[in-house]
Nanobody
Framework: QVQLVESGGGLVQPGGSLRLSCAAS????????MGWYRQAPGKQRELVAV???????NYAESVKGRFTIARDNAKNAVYLQMNSLQPEDTAIYYC?????????WGQGTQVTVSS
C-alpha cells in the first residue's frame, strides 16, 4: 500500500514563502527519486523539482533560485521550500515517487498566491 501525503499548502501573498511536505509510506524510500509537480487550471502538469536517490537535484527554469527541494530518508519525507512566491506559482502541487516501473502520486495540495 503506497501512500504519499502532501501538506503545507495554503494562501500566501506575493513575495511570501511556503514549505510543502510529502510523507511517503509503502516504498523503500531511499531507492526512489522524489519530485514535486504542479498543475494550474487549464494548464499541463509540469515538473517543478526532483531529487534523485543520490541527492542530485533538478529544477524548472521558472523556479530556479526561488525553490529548494530536499529529502530526509530517515523520515521518508521530501520537502519543497518555496520563496519569493508569485501569482504564476498558483497551482495544485503533487508529490511524486519514481523507481523503475513504479510511479506514485499524492493527492495534491493547493497553493494560492494572491494579494
Amino acid at each position: 500500500q503506497v501512500q504519499l501525503v502532501e501538506s503545507g499548502g495554503g494562501l500566501v501573498q506575493p513575495g511570501g514563502s511556503l514549505r510543502l511536505s510529502c510523507a511517503a509510506s509503502g516504498i523503500i524510500f531511499r531507492l526512489f527519486a522524489m519530485g514535486w509537480y504542479r498543475q494550474a487550471p487549464g494548464k499541463q502538469r509540469e515538473l517543478v523539482a526532483v531529487v534523485d536517490r543520490n541527492g542530485g537535484t533538478n529544477y524548472a527554469e521558472s523556479v530556479k533560485g526561488r525553490f529548494t527541494i530536499a529529502r530526509d530518508n530517515a523520515k521518508n519525507a521530501v520537502y519543497l521550500q518555496m520563496n519569493s512566491l508569485q501569482p504564476e506559482d498558483t497551482a495544485i502541487y503533487y508529490c511524486n515517487a519514481a523507481y523503475g516501473g513504479g510511479n506514485h502520486w499524492g493527492q495534491g495540495t493547493q497553493v494560492t498566491v494572491s494579494s
